[in-house]
């Protein structure tokens, strides 16, 4: 089965998807300049897949590897895309947890 692809996903989605909250995102969304996501007409973010991507880099760099807020930004703005599979998989295994649990408390 392939994965399809939205084209825009709400700060709630990303927030599951790299299992961290909102705020931490809008925060993020502050300090990197790469992350522009659009407003819909009620203001609410809508992030494309290209941003995604940017928020899992920093993610990777900030949650997995210990950079700082600066020291990720130099890694971005130096075009540093070298995310490892493993930092990767930890992404991807911790939105798949929010989801798991997000299911057991709706069969509660």
């Known amino acids: 089965m392939e994965d399809i692809q939205k084209r825009y996903y709400t700060i709630s989605e990303v927030s599951v998807i790299l299992g961290v909250n909102a705020s931490l995102i809008r925060f993020w969304e502050k300090e990197f300049p790469q992350i522009k ?31 700082t807020l600066e020291g990720a930004r130099k890694a971005l703005k130096n075009g540093s895309n070298e995310t490892s599979s493993r930092a990767q998989t930890m992404i991807k295994l911790s939105g798949i947890r929010q989801k798991l649990q997000q299911i057991l408390t709706e069969f509660q």
């Open 37 to 67: 996501p659009r407003k819909g007409k009620k203001g609410n973010r809508l992030f494309t897949p290209s941003d995604l991507g940017i928020l899992k880099k920093i993610f990777s760099l900030v949650k997995l590897k210990g950079y």
